[in-house]
């Protein structure tokens, strides 16, 4: 059974990088069937995808963010990472990590718990 | 990037049959997936590329398309299938979800 677990820090100031860690369990990131994703959601509103990377460091972006944010990946230690620059108010959100489907839908088949970023100053 | 257009709140009575919908032009290319989400809680896949259910998602929920609109199905409908239902698909960007569903079992 995948597990997938986000970490990072709770509260990010205004302008500044917000950086999140997702760990994986149960499974290998090196799995070839398998992207790893991002997916935020706003308090009260709906769900965002972000970016999502394969094990080779192949990776796609929500154009409407890509400028903001990078994903990547070390399979030494079984993780992939987030990073959102210059972040403001508007980015104040549940991110979730989330292992995705290749094929063709790329639907997202297991989520981490969630991790409340708030960005205030 | 494409969009995927959902009714923001349906209700249905207690064991009736509630159809959820979802549109958009990438659906003509690419199969719907569906999600489950309740309060404070994380997104659970109920289903995935049209009409496959994960294990243990109840068969009462199906999956089903036409052109440019896919559908999320629940037959008998049970007080825990109260919650917010999001649909999901493939664009040529990446990935589109729509903008979730109310679902009030009255």
């Known amino acids: 059974q995948v597990q997938l677990q986000e970490s990072g820090p709770g509260l990010v100031k205004p302008s500044e990088t917000l950086s999140l860690t997702c760990t994986v369990s149960?499974?290998?990131?090196?799995?070839?069937?398998?992207?790893w994703a991002w997916i935020r959601q706003p308090p009260g509103q709906g769900l965002e995808w972000l970016a999502s990377i394969y094990y080779s460091g192949n990776t796609f972006y929500n154009p409407s963010l890509k400028s903001r944010v990078t994903i990547s990946v070390d399979t030494s230690k079984n993780q992939f990472s987030l990073k959102v620059t210059s972040v403001t108010a508007a980015d104040t959100a549940d991110y979730y990590c989330?292992?995705?489907?290749?094929?063709?839908?790329?639907?997202?088949?297991?989520w981490g718990q969630g991790a409340l970023v708030t960005v205030s100053s | 990037s494409s969009e995927l257009t959902q009714d923001p709140a349906v209700s249905v009575a207690l064991g009736q049959t509630v159809r959820i919908t979802c549109q958009g032009d990438s659906l003509r290319k690419f199969f719907a997936s569906w999600y489950q989400q309740k309060p404070r809680r994380a997104p659970v896949l109920v289903i995935s590329a049209e009409n496959s259910r994960p294990s243990g998602i109840p068969d009462r929920f199906s999956g089903s398309s036409s052109g440019t609109t896919a559908s999320l199905i629940i037959t008998a409908v049970q007080a825990e299938d109260e919650a917010d239902y999001y649909c999901n698909s493939r664009d040529s960007s990446g990935v589109v979800f729509g903008g979730g569903t109310k679902l009030t079992v009255l």
């Open positions: 149960g499974d290998s990131i090196t799995n070839n069937k398998k992207y």
């Open positions: 989330a292992r995705q489907e290749v094929l063709d839908s790329y639907y997202f088949d297991s």
